[in-house]
């Protein structure tokens, strides 16, 4: 297959995440006989930096005809900090959802096992957990009318849903519990919000076309809380845009780092494939960003393709990896390994296609390259 991918670095870490990523891509390209064309591209505070928007058109255009994009990350402290500051390196992400019309957002939670005991929560809570949120992602209060008066003392965010934007993410979301275990959790705020009330009638209507499927209702607020009294619960989570944003993070502590999850965005005609994790600029050029959400998420592009095997052998050897410990310090914090060197190895194993002894396991302990 030839798939002609943009790749935006961003900005912090963004460009060594996204390195790993393509290491990884590369390795499947090889070992499968497949063409993966990449295009790199400028968005988020580097391309403010050097063009003055955080979207250049340029950019825009490349993503618009392409197969899709991968995403390392974007986000600068220098804008964070300053409320006064016109353009940020956040609009150019959200232009770009938008244009592409990335309406479903899909973050899978799933614990590795030997990572059990890196939650902050208890084993017995978090083994066995296996859900998926489908984040609505172009719609609410993210992309409603803003305001901010003069004098700066009052401001509106308008959170607005139609029934089109709610029905063609719900079917979505049914189609996968049906291959998963056939439960669907709307999360809402229905006993205040008239957004909530509406997703609420339109999801209800939906599932009656998928009498398999088990719907059930939570509101956000208790939401929150069950996802860390009993993840276990869940299957796939269906929410809005900034509800999924807020409980997305959360369920990333269920496996142990943030650095582990990605997501896949996905639209009518274009795909785009991102760490659900920030730029974290102070990680930035020090080779300790975790980059194993990258992968997966270059993972997760495969599978958008169809490229089921390939996919797999991704996630095997982030399997791998995670096992014999090549993890970086936010999961294993006296670990000798780094950024580039769980990439090396993810893109090691793939290239191996006898996965059996081309690795010593006995050179972890001193932290000497694993790869022999
Ligand atoms: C995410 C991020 C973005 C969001 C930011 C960077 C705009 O937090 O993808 O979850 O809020 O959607
Ligand atoms: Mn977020």
């Not at 790993?20 to 390795?27: C, D, E, I, S």
């Not at 609009?91 to 005991?117: A, D, V």
């Not at 276990?232 to 900034?242: A, G, H, P, R, S």
């Amino acid at each position: 297959m030839e798939l002609k991918i943009a790749v935006l670095a961003g900005d912090g870490v963004g460009p060594e995440v996204v390195l790993q990523a393509k290491k990884a891509l590369h390795a499947i390209a090889d070992v499968f006989e497949h063409t993966f064309i990449f295009e790199d591209a400028l968005m988020g505070a580097v391309a403010i930096e050097r063009t003055g928007s955080p979207l250049p058109e340029q950019t825009l255009n490349l993503c618009l005809n392409t197969d899709a994009v991968l995403l390392g990350a974007i986000g600068d402290p220098k804008f964070d900090n300053n409320p006064l500051a016109k353009v940020r390196p956040e609009q150019g992400l959200l232009k770009l959802r938008k244009s592409l019309g990335l309406f479903t957002n899909i973050r899978p939670i799933k614990p590795y096992r030997p990572l059990l005991n890196a939650s902050p929560l208890k084993r017995v809570i978090i083994e066995g957990v296996d859900f998926v949120i489908f984040r609505e992602l172009t719609g609410g209060a993210y992309f409603g009318e803003k305001k901010i008066n003069e004098a700066g003392t009052y401001a509106s965010d308008l959170c607005e849903y139609s029934k089109e934007e709610i029905t063609r993410i719900t079917h979505l979301a049914f189609q996968a519990a049906q291959k998963r275990r056939n439960k669907v959790t709307l999360v809402d705020k229905a006993n205040v919000l008239e957004t909530s009330r509406l997703w609420r009638r339109v999801v209800k209507e939906i599932a009656a076309q998928y009498p398999s499927v088990d719907l059930n209702f939570l509101f956000i607020d208790n939401a929150a809380m069950q996802i860390i009294v009993n993840p276990k619960q869940f299957d796939v989570i269906l929410t809005e845009n900034l509800f999924g944003d807020i409980l997305s993070d959360e369920a990333s502590v269920i496996t142990g780092s943030i650095g582990l999850l990605a997501s896949a965005s996905l639209g009518e005609k274009n795909a785009l494939f991102e760490p659900v994790h920030g730029s974290y600029s102070k990680g930035k050029g020090k080779n300790i960003a975790n980059p194993i959400a990258s992968i997966l998420s270059a993972a997760m592009l495969l599978e958008h393709f169809g490229l089921q095997d390939e996919a797999g052998k991704v996630y095997e050897a982030v399997e791998k990896a995670i096992e014999y410990q090549v993890v970086t310090k936010d999961l294993k914090p006296d670990s000798n390994f780094g950024t580039h060197d769980v990439g090396d190895f993810v893109a090691n194993y793939i290239l191996s296609k006898d996965d059996l002894l081309y690795f010593n396991n006995d050179n972890v302990h001193i932290g000497q390259s694993t790869i022999v």
